[in-house]
């Protein structure tokens, strides 16, 4: 059953795997000339999160397996949901180290967040800043528009290449009402207009403009078309509902906090083999603490492991044990 699966969810790297993906539902491809530029390397945005040794076990459970490889075989949007803590945005990130597609494009949601934030700015003071400076260039003012042109992460998502790349839409349901909406066109057509650079399409075809990485890259025509859809992961802790017209068209996974196996590879993730084994008290303590129906997000687990390795160091179980405890405390704790 797991034969067909692009993404594993090991932690091991395999950076072939993308490529054996099959072409896409007809309704799902597009067909842009791929621009060349450059994809920047996994960053310690994704290390930190992941950790610094590979799991050694599956780290995701098989029901969200599945729907994550359905998101990638079909190019549709993930729409992730669980409670804070259980891996949600890390779930981008382990797409990206192992699949190899580079720096992930992090795009944080919130109440002000627009669109355009999403796709690209426009620092049109600068440039009038910059023509009263005569830094225009020979062109005149008119030409040098790329310059001020910045793609955002959802517009460096769009730009046309052969592999796709992950694009983390954070906390979308802390969006303004409108959000869902508008990013739903943008996701469906693969491509969104630049109307600066529209405009002079006349005179210049091609335009130079910065990515969300830091690097320069093409746009014909001002407008940004994709060709292989990226991976879209975006999270939301149900704080709110979303219009049924972008359910349509995302797949929908609930991820269950780590526990068990799960636990026991991610332990082991950031503090090394045979951790989980020498911690086995404090894991427990996390867990059974559970009984209580109180929210544990496993941050809390991974900040006791590491006070408990250095501020205990030769004391006694009870002390280390009643120090995770203290750190260990539900979320909701005082609230109720
Ligand atoms: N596959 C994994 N491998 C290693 N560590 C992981 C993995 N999944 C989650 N973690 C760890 O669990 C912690 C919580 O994960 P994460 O921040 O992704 O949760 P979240 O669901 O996005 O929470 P929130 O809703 O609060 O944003 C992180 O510190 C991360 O390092
Ligand atoms: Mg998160």
Redesign the pocket.
Known sequence: MTGWFVYQ?S?APDPGRIDSLPEPPPWRAFDAEPTPYDVPEIDSATT????SSA?LLP??DSKALQLVNAALYLRRPML?T??????????A??LAYELGLGRVLEWPVVSRTELKDGLYTYDAIGRLHDAQLDRGGADGISEDVGRYVKLGPLGTALIAADRPRVLLV??LDKSDIDLPNDLLNVLEEGRFAIPELERIADRRAEVDVLTDDGRRVKVKNGVVRCKAFPVVVM?S?REREFPLPLLRRCVTLD?QA?REQ?LA??VQ??FGEGSYEANRDIVELFTAAEADGALR???QL?NALFLTQHAVRGQSERQREDLADLLMQPLDHGLR
Do not use: F, I
């Open positions: 969810g932690g930190r999160r992941l950790g799991p780290v995701q992730v669980g409670d804070p803590g259980a891996g949600k945005s890390t779930l990130h382990s954070d906390e999270t802790n991820l780590p799960r590879a991610l993730a950031h997000p496993t941050d991974l």
